[in-house]
């Protein structure tokens, strides 16, 4: 079940509600949200928000809809109160997005929807007895001018409990649980992908005789409405890697969400230039769980990889070569001038001998 984490601040003896981030995870199965006990000896709340129909919740760890454009559905979540104590939760609808670590968040509280958070109607809180499981209905309004496309939100249920922070100071938190609500308005659905910002840098390996590497980075931009997941390749000097790497985090863009990438080649060897290629293979995501593929969007860049260290080994080579070849040269003329002096002796003794 998705959970919202722990969020504090700290409050100037007088206790105010907090406006903190509600984070939402994705799990197959209910977690529950512990808010311990604290420093004034509060009783711990431990609850769960899942998505549910008339009767308790159905199995479903999101609400996910296909509506028209001033369309009206109905639904329902459930709260569970896994307590001792009966507990009033304050109930919130925010428009929602997805982080840079692949979870997904809603607006806090300080901030104003502006989409499909506000096509959401719910009661503003609920009061569970200890051990019970209340059932919310909820309601979805599609203005008549909802564009089509994927649009995405969140249902939260938070309590607020009171702790002492230091100094003695009062510490309000907030504890959030929740789940997705998106929304896929019909219409003409034109899922659109590019990349841009595209830089690459070379690092040069401290031994001249072991390849560097290239640092690629791109930013992936959702430019169509709908859901896409970011994935595709790196190619340099010869060399390949994928992105996300197959133990990375999935990253999955709403319409209009930019997401900044990091690549890393590894053993690519200084060429001065370096061609490097982001090869993007965005996946649409659907309703019903399938996928397809969009044609590829290519984006290229060189990378500079001038090869000094190697350079400065063949300098160094070249200077040993150098004074070895003039070293014999001077040798050559030493030895020459040395026979030349010998014949010019033996010259001049041979006239001695032959004058009369």
């Known amino acids: 079940m998705p959970e919202f984490p722990h969020r504090t601040t700290v409050l100037h003896r007088v206790l105010l509600v907090a406006a903190l981030v509600a984070t939402l995870t994705s799990a197959s199965a209910p977690a529950f949200a512990d808010d311990t006990d604290d420093a004034a000896g509060q009783p711990t709340v431990r609850w769960s928000v899942t998505p549910a129909d008339e009767n308790g919740p159905d199995g479903r760890t999101a609400v996910e809809l296909d509506v028209d454009p001033g369309e009206t559905v109905s ?24 982080t840079r670590t692949g979870r997904f968040d809603i607006l806090p509280a300080d901030q104003e929807s502006v989409d499909s958070g506000t096509w959401i109607s719910i009661p503003d809180e609920v009061t569970v007895a200890p051990g019970a499981t209340v059932v919310v209905p909820f309601g979805i309004a599609v203005p008549e001018t909802a564009e089509p496309g994927d649009h995405a939100a ?14 003695g ?6 504890s959030r649980v929740g789940f997705r609500v998106l929304t896929r308005v019909t219409g003409e659905i034109a899922p659109a992908a590019a990349v841009t910002d595209l830089g690459a840098q070379y690092a040069l390996s401290w031994n001249p005789f072991r390849p560097g590497e290239i640092t690629v980075t791109f930013d992936v931009v959702n430019e169509g409405n709908t859901r896409l997941i970011a994935e595709g390749a790196v190619e340099a000097g010869g060399r390949s890697v994928v992105f996300p790497a197959e133990d990375g985090i999935r990253q999955e863009l709403l319409p209009g969400d930019t997401r900044t990438l990091t690549a890393v ?45 190697q350079l400065i080994i063949l300098a160094g080579l070249a200077l040993v070569i150098w004074a070895v070849l003039r070293g014999r040269t ?3 003329r030493r030895i020459d001038a040395l026979v030349a002096e ?9 006239e001695k001998v032959d004058a009369p």
């Open 342 to 350: 010998a014949r010019e002796a033996g010259r001049r003794e041979a």
């Open 265 to 309: 080649v590894e053993d690519v060897w200084p060429l001065f230039v370096v061609p490097t290629t982001v090869t993007l293979s965005p996946i649409v995501v659907t309703m019903d769980g399938e996928s397809s593929t969009l044609t590829p969007v290519v984006a290229s860049v060189p990378a500079w990889a001038v090869p000094w260290p």
């Open 154 to 167: 969140g249902i939260t249920a938070s309590v607020l409990s009171v702790q002492t922070g230091d100094g």
């Open 169 to 174: 100071t009062s510490v309000g938190v907030e």
């Open 75 to 98: 639904d329902h979540f459930a709260v569970r109160n896994v307590s001792a104590d009966e507990v009033t939760f304050r109930l919130t609808a925010a428009d929602g997005f997805y």
């Open 330 to 332: 001077r040798s050559r």
